[in-house]
T-cell receptor
Framework: GDSVTQMEGPVTLSEEAFLTINCTYT??????LFWYVQYPGEGLQLLLK?????DKGSNKGFEATYRKETTSFHLEKGSVQVSDSAVYFC?????????????FGTGTRLTVIP | GAVVSQHPSRVICKSGTSVKIECRSL??????MFWYRQFPKQSLMLMAT?????????EQGVEKDKFLINHASLTLSTLTVTSAHPEDSSFYIC?????????????FGNGTRLTVT
């Protein structure tokens, strides 16, 4: 079945370091891929998305490219800030509607230290 | 691992009736649970944040009298869609926060597909 595998955390980086959080997926058809972020005490927020192969989603300095050949959607940021400390979730949404068309990774906690 | 059970997975109801969706954390205590709604082919929209023993906090534009949330215990939150109408048809998903887990604190239910006829 469909699934998302995400790099386990926690990840601790110094400010201005380069960030990569790996995400790979298994899916039938042509899913849309998402990265969500959860800041402390808050619900999920959509960070970026890509709906077809080779699309690049970007927001707030974060980027992820939909790679169908490697079934990956790795999240990257060139220079992290303390304010980026949060939990990041990779997610897959199938094209078709159904009882369960939404799959999340387990989340990766990022801590950025000054 | 931590599991969140959401029930029912699918429900079809007639317009004007109410539907209750349950979200249970099975092996951890969830002080905070979140309710989301997903529109077709779109991403999640946060509806409300539910804290055990207190009133839910609703996001702007979400009718609190229409979407009643109760979080009476540390393992159960319910969302009741009152007087449902066809425009309420959607996919609803809950998530529960496990504060004892540092690495993976948020766990998701499998969602409920609501169809209002």
């Amino acid at each position: 079945g469909d699934s998302v595998t995400q790099m386990e955390g926690p990840v601790t980086l110094s400010e201005e370091a380069f960030l990569t959080i790996n995400c790979t997926y298994t899916a039938t058809g042509y899913p849309s891929l998402f990265w969500y972020v959860q800041y402390p005490g808050e619900g999920l927020q959509l960070l970026l998305k890509a709906t077809k192969a080779d699309d690049k989603g970007s927001n707030k300095g974060f980027e992820a490219t939909y790679r169908k050949e490697t079934t990956s959607f790795h999240l990257e940021k060139g220079s992290v800030q303390v304010s980026d400390s949060a939990v990041y979730f990779c997610a897959l949404i199938r094209d078709q509607t159904g009882a369960n068309n939404l799959f999340f990774g387990t989340g990766t906690r990022l801590t950025v230290i000054p | 691992g931590a599991v969140v059970s959401q029930h029912p997975s699918r429900v079809i109801c007639k317009s004007g009736t109410s539907v209750k969706i349950e979200c249970r954390s099975l092996d951890f205590q969830a002080t905070t649970m979140f309710w989301y709604r997903q529109f077709p082919k779109q991403s999640l929209m946060l509806m409300a944040t539910s804290n055990e023993g207190s009133k839910a906090t609703y996001e702007q534009g979400v009718e609190k009298d229409k979407f009643l949330i109760n979080h009476a215990s540390l393992t159960l939150s319910t969302l009741t869609v009152t007087s449902a109408h066809p425009e309420d048809s959607s996919f609803y998903i809950c998530s529960a926060e496990d504060r004892s887990s540092y690495n993976s604190p948020l766990h998701f239910g499998n969602g409920t597909r609501l169809t209002v006829t």
